[in-house]
């Protein structure tokens, strides 16, 4: 069991109430205004930003609901917020593995520093040839953009073909696979379904 030092030592390094006290102050809001939206006293407030007392996850919860962000925020290193766009500079593309579906294929995240996306854009190439051997449905659409080369869609009981510049659009739940050759590439955005 960790003794009672290490745990005090170890929520000082974490710095919960600096990283309130900096938040609040920056979204302008006075410990008042946080009372108001979270229900807890104003001395209580101060006490957590003052490090004097250690809140419960139900309270950090709030806390962080009042300020906007997840609570995940204060028990980063390096705090960040979420911001409204991804950035993703051409060869940057963050790769991901999906190797359980798609063995052949790698596919690169186009929107990896994006909080809180409703859609999953992916740059997908084609390492070896890939023949459709087993299809899968889940929640969802699906949006496919052949960038170079030409690949067949596995959609139900049709196959489709698309070369460079086809676009197809449907729904994830209706069964899918992609075929195609070395070195094709392709967009595909998935859009997420909670």
Same mark, same amino acid.
């Given at each position: ?7 005090? @030592? ?10 309130? &006290?900096?938040? &609040?102050?920056?979204?302008?809001? $006075?410990l ?8 807890? !006293?104003?001395?209580?407030? !101060? ?16 806390i ?10 204060f ?24 190797? =359980? $579906?798609?063995?052949?294929l ?12 409703k ?8 390492d ?5 051997n087993?299809?899968?449905? *889940? ?11 030409s690949l067949?869609? *596995?959609?139900g009981?049709?196959?489709? @073909?698309?070369? =460079? ?17 070395k070195? $094709? ?10």
């Open positions: 069991m960790r003794k009672k030092r290490d745990v005090q @030592e170890a929520l000082k390094v974490l710095d919960l109430g600096g990283k309130i &006290r900096e938040l &609040r102050m920056r979204r302008g809001y $006075t008042k205004e946080v009372s108001q939206m979270t229900g807890f !006293s104003t001395a209580l407030l !101060s006490q957590i930003e003052n490090n004097v007392v250690s809140p419960p996850i139900s309270t950090l919860w709030k962080a609901e009042a300020l906007g962000v997840k609570i995940g925020y028990f980063q290193e390096s705090p960040q917020e979420s911001i409204d766009y991804a950035l993703v500079r051409k060869g940057k593309g963050k790769p991901t593995a999906r190797r =359980e $579906t798609y063995p052949n790698s596919f690169y995240s186009l929107a990896f520093g994006k909080m809180d996306r859609m999953d854009p992916y740059l997908v190439e084609f070896r040839d890939e023949n459709c087993r299809a899968i449905s *889940h929640e969802g659409e699906e949006f496919i953009y052949v960038l170079e080369g067949k869609i *596995h959609l009981d049709k196959v489709i @073909e698309l070369r =460079e510049g086809d676009s197809i659009y449907y729904d994830s739940r209706v069964s899918h696979c992609v075929e195609g050759k070195g $094709t590439k392709f967009l595909a955005v998935v859009l997420k379904v909670d």
